[in-house]
């Protein structure tokens, strides 16, 4: 589940995550565009990372994306649509990097990047790794991988994927890297 506020003016609004009108009321019930409230999404299980993109909201999980859109490319609190992007899950949340508003992201089977479908336009993963390094990927231990941590250097456009596969010691530690990708 995500909240969202209601429309904020001051920094009181940040914790509004509820309607203004009372839903139960007989009078004035309507939840209004400006309102608070709760993005249920049923299927998506442990949610890592929500990444503003374009117009959309995605929401990564270890089961898949979904893009939370709203009509006009607006988000409204009584009108806005989920849709699941793919069913291949992020491994980490660190693992995602906007590279100049493209989004990058590990999962179990690879390296994936989202990009529209050339025929729907639609946003789609595409695995990165599956004709170049995936036996190199595949050999990355799964801690390893759930713990790595991606950046983006904009002046040399480039991603790096930092991990530690515990080849010394067998053993993975969070925030230390030995390799990079």
Known sequence: MIF????VDNKNDLIKCYSVNDITSEEFPDILPTDG???NIPEASRILKLINKDTSLLVFAENGVWQITGPDGVFRGDDFSISQVTNI?????DTIVNAEGVIYYWGKGGVYVLG????SGRLSATN????????????ISSVA???AKGVY???A???SWLYDNGEASNVVYKDKYTKEL
């Open 4 to 7: 969202f506020t209601q429309l």
């Open 37 to 39: 409230g709760t993005i």
């Open 89 to 93: 899950g992020c491994i980490g949340a």
């Open 116 to 119: 529209p479908d050339e025929r």
């Open 128 to 139: 990165i790794t599956e004709t170049t390094i995936q036996t190199l990927y595949n050999n």
């Open 145 to 147: 991988k759930e713990q």
């Open 153 to 155: 250097d904009s002046s």
């Open 157 to 159: 456009r480039r991603i």
